[in-house]
């Protein structure tokens, strides 16, 4: 039998990216997990807990989480005022997203990953993890600075689509990640991988079917 357990792990630095946004590391413990699992955290003494997907890689000594704070949110809120050494409490892993035996995917398929704000996160660990395992990253933010540790990706692995861009970067495309893949092509048998908001994720399937992917080709991580 599985218990589930909940552990109370310390903080080990945050880290901010941008105004809202921020990597808080934590200690690892005894977690193992694969990329695209989730961990679950709270403040120690604290109600409530929210599900994060892991961003570090399962190679680190430590657990990484990428938050964005939500407006009025609590958890998200209450997290980025913590200080190095504050107990949270973490349960998990947990999800099967990214579990490539259970997608049946052959190696010779192309992986194409689709994420919006903080969605990269389980792509980042998944990059992290497999040198080895080529993908095409398409990552759709509002501002340039949210395009979270993407000089860590390898080169040519990420599309940014930014809907405010700023004045001149051709770098980026202008627009959300749906216009991007509604206007280029997507192999027919490419396994794709959603992360994000279920707006985000309900638009984009019926751009991927129109490309040829069969649904059995995509998976889907909601957040809200
Ligand atoms: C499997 C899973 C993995 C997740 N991984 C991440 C992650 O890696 N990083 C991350 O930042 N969040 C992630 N989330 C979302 C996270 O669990 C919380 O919902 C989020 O941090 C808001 O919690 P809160 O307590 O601050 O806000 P709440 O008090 O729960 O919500 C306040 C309001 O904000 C809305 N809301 C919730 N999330 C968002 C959002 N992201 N953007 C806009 N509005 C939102 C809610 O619907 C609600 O109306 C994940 C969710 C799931 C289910």
Known sequence: MVLWMKRRLRVQEIRELTDLTYVLRFDRADIHFSPGQYVTVGIKGAPEAREYSIYSSPQDPYLEILVKEVKNGRVSHDLHLLKTGAELTVEGPSGTFLDEADAGLSSTRPRLFVATGTGISPFRSFARTFADRPFQL?????YENERYDHSEFPSGSVTSCVTRPGSQNGAVFAGRVTDYLRSHPVTPDSQCYLCGST??????????????VADSRMFAEIYF
């Open 138 to 142: 398409v990552h759709g933010v509002r």
């Open 199 to 212: 707006a985000m994720i309900y638009e984009t399937i019926p751009i991927l079917r129109s490309h040829g």
